[in-house]
C-alpha cells in the first residue's frame, strides 16, 4: 500500500525463518517419533531435549541459515515488484542481532532439515496471499 514499514536495528539484524511448507513437513515427520527412552538421540554433537519426567521434548524446526533483515525484505519487494518504504530505526531494548535454528536434533530424529530458501518462500506466500485475499 507504500505505507512505510518500521525496520529495526537499522535492518542489520539476521534471523532463520522458516516456510510453513517445510514446518508442516517437519511436524508430519515428527509424529511418528514420539518421545521416549526408545528413540533416544544419542548422535554425537546432537542434544536431546527429551525429558526424563515426561514424554515430551523440544525441537527446533528451522534450516540453520539465518538471513539478513535487508535481504528478507528484498525479497519481498522482489516477489511484489515495488520497493519498500523503509524507517530504519534503531535495535529495539531486549532484542537480538542474531537468531539461528539448531535442526540438528530434527534431522537425526527424521533425516529432514527444511529447505526452502527465503526468496522461494516468500514468493510462495506472496502467491498464496494474493489468491486468497482475491
Do not use: C
Amino acid at each position: 500500500r507504500g505505507e512505510p514499514i518500521d525496520v529495526y536495528g537499522e535492518g542489520h539484524m539476521r534471523r532463520d525463518f522458516t516456510y510453513v511448507d517445510d514446518l508442516i513437513e517437519a511436524i508430519v515427520r515428527l509424529v511418528p517419533v514420539a518421545p521416549g527412552e526408545d528413540n533416544r538421540v544419542t548422535v554425537g554433537g546432537v542434544t536431546d531435549t527429551l525429558s526424563r519426567q515426561a514424554p515430551f521434548r523440544v525441537v527446533n524446526i528451522g534450516g540453520g541459515q539465518p538471513v539478513g533483515l535487508l535481504d528478507f525484505i528484498a525479497a519481498i519487494e522482489a516477489a511484489l515488484g515495488k520497493p519498500a518504504v523503509r524507517n530504519l530505526l534503531p535495535m529495539q531494548k531486549g532484542d537480538v542481532p542474531q537468531t539461528y535454528a539448531a535442526p540438528d536434533l530434527l534431522e537425526a530424529l527424521t533425516g529432514y532439515v527444511p529447505q526452502t530458501d527465503v526468496p522461494t518462500g516468500v514468493r510462495n506466500f506472496v502467491e498464496w496471499y494474493r489468491t486468497w485475499k482475491g
